[in-house]
């Protein structure tokens, strides 16, 4: 489903990511820890080129994102093309982003209306099993500002899932959240993941990630410093640098 090969991406002089390999098979799903400014976000971000990196390559289903071969030749795509591509990836971020003056219904059927041409009352029925599907039915015509944040989490995954993308990939989706609305989150997760969806998700829980993962990704300094299931990786760390940040985390 998603491939990556001999990534690389830098900021000016600073190399953030280092020749990343990774892949994950329809209805897997990806964790990905690691410290603070060790290049998760900006991987995730290059897996949908909203940074493009500056080597290496991402399939998506085996089509190369980003780029298409017109005869022997690679080019950029272009922005039409690239939105396209995007919207088969949802993204989730740590702040929600929800249009502030919509409902949450409203921030559900937006993009299905705008860019698939759904017709209303057909993107209203699937924006309502979607909440529905978040444990939301009852708050689809709340304002996000009258939504916990969990619930707004909620709506954003909706949101995400209205454009029924081949893959999600989430951004410490639970990060901003107060603790005790952390697990509303991640039971949406687990229920999408149990669900088959294919899901790269970069999080510092890690129950979710021992419970829920088939592959579990250390990451420090811009390369991928271990990499397996999750429950030889947490168990039996090979490196010392994973050993030293799961002892800080779990
Ligand atoms: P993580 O998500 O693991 O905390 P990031 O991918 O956000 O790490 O950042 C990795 C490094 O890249 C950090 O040192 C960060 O400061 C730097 N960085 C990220 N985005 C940019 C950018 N747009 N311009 C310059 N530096 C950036
Ligand atoms: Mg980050």
Redesign the pocket.
Known sequence: MLKVERLSKS??T?Q?LRNIDLAIEAGEVMCIV??????????L?CLNYL?TPDSGAVFLAGEPVGVRWRGATLYEMSFNELAVQRQRMGMVFQSFNLFPHKTALENVIEAPIVVKRKKKAEAITEAEALLEKVGLADRAHYYPRQLSGGQQQRVAIARSLAMQPALMLF?EPTSALDPELVGEVLAVMRALAEDGMTMVV?THEMSFARDVADHLVF?DQ?VIVEEGHPRDVLRHPRHSRTKAFLARVI
């Open positions: 900021f000016g600073h953030v690691g410290p603070s400014g060790s290049g998760k976000s900006t991987l971000r940074e951004d970069v990451m811009g």
